[in-house]
T-cell receptor
Framework: DQQVKQNSPSLSVQEGRISILNCDYTNSMFDYFLWYKKYPAEGPTFLIS?????DKNEDGRFTVFLNKSAKHLSLHIVPSQPGDSAVYFC?????????????FGQGTILTVHP | NAGVTQTPKFQVLKTGQSMTLQCAQDMNHNSMYWYRQDPGMGLRLIYY???????DKGEVPNGYNVSRLNKREFSLRLESAAPSQTSVYFC??????????????FGPGTRLTVL
């Protein structure tokens, strides 16, 4: 039972345009959400996070939106750059004493074309 | 400052062989984790150690054992490897315990193939 789902295996965008990566979750106990970025042959690196008390969090070109009623979050990258080409994972945590236990989605491969 | 290091980078085993994956962090983090990544499955938590001296099962612990040797090191052991354990294994660490969120820092991974 996949509690965190990224239904788009891949996304291709032109440099300078917006990239929108989507993530859905089913567990209503999740209250902290994160995006990680992964390059080939490297471990994932933290990108941005959002707590369930917020509906938006921005960090430079990256913005994460959370829609709790729809159990949906999205990552917007504006403008997209070729160096953003990577696999993006969303992850969720149920907080409390389980903040460290992350449930990951399957990942979306983003390709940004020059 | 190397962050999280993992050895080996690659390993090929025959079914039934045993091996230990090593992980070390130099960030003085309290919590450490082992994940596996399989195609189409994302990363799944195998075991974690919230603090030195404690270990707990994650989502997919069967067939694995762990040892938190000290604050720096957290090893993952496969006692009798099976083809289903072919995967990429990531170790991670984070600063705090489990009562607030702390960013997890990942190692580069170990690619394991079991024939």
């Amino acid at each position: 039972d996949q509690q965190v789902k990224q239904n788009s295996p891949s996304l291709s965008v032109q440099e300078g345009r917006i990239s929108i990566l989507n993530c859905d979750y089913t567990n209503s106990m999740f209250d902290y959400f994160l995006w990680y970025k992964k390059y080939p042959a490297e471990g994932p690196t933290f990108l941005i996070s959002i707590s369930s008390i917020k509906d938006k969090n921005e960090d430079g070109r990256f913005t994460v939106f959370l829609n709790k009623s729809a159990k949906h979050l999205s990552l917007h990258i504006v403008p997209s750059q070729p160096g953003d080409s990577a696999v993006y994972f969303c992850a969720a945590s149920s907080g409390g004493t389980s903040y460290g236990k992350l449930t990951f989605g399957q990942g979306t491969i983003l390709t940004v074309h020059p | 400052n190397a962050g999280v290091t993992q050895t080996p980078k690659f390993q090929v085993l025959k079914t039934g062989q045993s091996m230990t994956l090593q992980c070390a962090q130099d960030m003085n983090h309290n919590s450490m984790y082992w994940y596996r990544q399989d195609p189409g499955m994302g990363l799944r938590l195998i075991y974690y150690s919230a603090s030195e001296g404690t270990t707990d099962k994650g989502e997919v612990p069967n067939g694995y054992n762990v040892s938190r040797l000290n604050k720096r090191e957290f090893s993952l052991r496969l006692e009798s490897a099976a083809p289903s354990q072919t995967s990429v294994y990531f170790c991670a660490s984070s600063e705090g315990g489990f009562t607030s969120y702390n960013e997890q820092f990942f190692g580069p991974g170990t690619r394991l193939t079991v024939l």
